[in-house]
Protein backbone atom coordinates (compact mmCIF):
# COMPACT_ATOMS: atom_id res chain seq x y z
CA UNK A 1 0.00 0.00 0.00
CA UNK A 2 1.33 3.25 -0.83
CA UNK A 3 1.46 6.68 1.58
CA UNK A 4 -0.94 8.10 -0.23
CA UNK A 5 -3.52 5.16 -0.06
CA UNK A 6 -2.80 4.59 3.64
CA UNK A 7 -3.42 8.06 4.52
CA UNK A 8 -6.40 8.06 2.43
CA UNK A 9 -7.48 4.80 4.46
CA UNK A 10 -7.64 7.15 7.41
CA UNK A 11 -5.54 4.58 9.56
CA UNK A 12 -4.07 6.18 12.72
CA UNK A 13 -0.30 5.15 12.53
CA UNK A 14 2.08 5.44 15.29
CA UNK A 15 6.06 5.28 15.13
CA UNK A 16 8.69 4.17 17.41
CA UNK A 17 12.77 4.10 16.99
CA UNK A 18 14.87 0.84 18.11
CA UNK A 19 17.44 2.98 19.68
CA UNK A 20 20.00 -0.40 19.70
CA UNK A 21 20.25 0.20 16.26
CA UNK A 22 19.85 4.45 16.01
CA UNK A 23 23.86 5.10 14.12
CA UNK A 24 22.81 8.92 15.43
CA UNK A 25 23.19 10.03 11.90
CA UNK A 26 19.93 12.67 12.26
CA UNK A 27 18.37 11.87 8.71
CA UNK A 28 14.81 11.43 10.58
CA UNK A 29 15.56 14.77 12.47
CA UNK A 30 16.47 16.31 8.91
CA UNK A 31 12.98 14.93 7.44
CA UNK A 32 10.26 15.16 10.68
CA UNK A 33 11.98 17.75 13.46
CA UNK A 34 8.22 17.57 14.79
CA UNK A 35 8.23 13.92 15.38
CA UNK A 36 12.25 13.19 15.80
CA UNK A 37 14.95 14.68 18.06
CA UNK A 38 18.40 13.57 18.95
CA UNK A 39 18.85 13.31 22.84
CA UNK A 40 22.22 14.31 24.39
CA UNK A 41 23.21 10.71 24.08
CA UNK A 42 23.22 11.12 20.22
CA UNK A 43 20.05 9.13 19.71
CA UNK A 44 17.28 9.55 18.11
CA UNK A 45 13.72 9.01 19.70
CA UNK A 46 10.17 9.97 18.89
CA UNK A 47 8.62 13.27 20.55
CA UNK A 48 4.63 13.16 21.77
CA UNK A 49 2.29 15.48 21.07
CA UNK A 50 3.84 17.94 23.89
CA UNK A 51 7.29 17.82 22.29
CA UNK A 52 8.51 15.60 25.00
CA UNK A 53 11.03 13.05 23.93
CA UNK A 54 9.67 9.31 24.89
CA UNK A 55 12.73 7.53 25.60
CA UNK A 56 11.17 4.30 26.94
CA UNK A 57 12.35 1.27 24.50
CA UNK A 58 9.62 0.73 21.93
CA UNK A 59 7.34 4.17 23.37
CA UNK A 60 5.81 5.23 20.34
CA UNK A 61 4.59 8.47 19.00
CA UNK A 62 1.75 8.88 16.83
CA UNK A 63 2.23 10.07 12.88
CA UNK A 64 0.19 12.66 11.59
CA UNK A 65 -1.59 12.41 8.10
CA UNK A 66 0.12 16.09 7.37
CA UNK A 67 3.94 14.39 8.45
CA UNK A 68 2.61 11.21 6.87
CA UNK A 69 5.50 11.54 3.94
CA UNK A 70 8.59 12.95 6.04
CA UNK A 71 7.97 10.16 8.51
CA UNK A 72 8.42 7.08 5.68
CA UNK A 73 10.62 8.71 4.03
CA UNK A 74 12.54 8.99 7.32
CA UNK A 75 11.86 4.94 7.78
CA UNK A 76 13.36 4.50 4.24
CA UNK A 77 16.46 6.65 4.51
CA UNK A 78 17.26 5.67 7.58
CA UNK A 79 21.10 4.01 8.01
CA UNK A 80 20.40 2.11 11.00
CA UNK A 81 16.92 0.50 9.99
CA UNK A 82 15.63 1.29 13.20
CA UNK A 83 12.29 3.41 12.56
CA UNK A 84 8.82 1.55 12.51
CA UNK A 85 5.83 2.53 11.27
CA UNK A 86 2.71 0.92 12.44
CA UNK A 87 -0.90 0.80 12.12
CA UNK A 88 -2.46 1.56 15.91
CA UNK A 89 -5.61 -0.95 15.55
CA UNK A 90 -3.20 -4.10 14.69
CA UNK A 91 -0.16 -3.00 15.37
CA UNK A 92 1.28 -4.04 11.99
CA UNK A 93 4.12 -2.81 10.46
CA UNK A 94 3.41 -0.52 7.50
CA UNK A 95 6.82 0.77 6.59
CA UNK A 96 10.30 0.06 8.08
CA UNK A 97 12.58 -3.10 7.92
CA UNK A 98 9.53 -5.15 9.53
CA UNK A 99 7.31 -4.46 7.29
CA UNK A 100 5.81 -6.73 4.81
Known amino acids: MSVTEEAAAGEPLEVWIDQDLCTGD???VQYAPEVF???IDGLAYV???EDELRQ???ETAPVPLTLLQDVVDS???CPGDCIHVRRVADRV???GP???
Open 26 to 28: GIC
Open 37 to 39: ELD
Open 47 to 49: KGP
Open 56 to 58: QPG
Open 75 to 77: AKE
Open 93 to 95: EVY
Open 98 to 100: DAE
